[in-house]
């Protein structure tokens, strides 16, 4: 019983890191972009207020 849970528990540790490893690029890809997107937002929003105060 003990031998059947350490080889489903090893099964599945090693399927998740195999899966991590296979979508690395992917997550870090992902991550990134969102990286971009919110120094754009923040940037853009930025502009938007030295706009506003330079007009008053």
């Known amino acids: 019983m003990l031998q059947a849970i350490l080889v489903w528990t090893g099964a599945v ?17 992902a991550d990134s972009w969102w990286y971009e997107r919110k120094l754009r937002r923040h940037a853009r ?9 330079a007009s008053v």
């Open 45 to 53: 929003k930025a502009q938007q207020r030295r706009r506003e105060l």
């Open 13 to 29: 540790l090693g399927f998740s890191v195999l899966l991590l490893m296979a979508l690395g690029p992917i997550i870090v890809e």
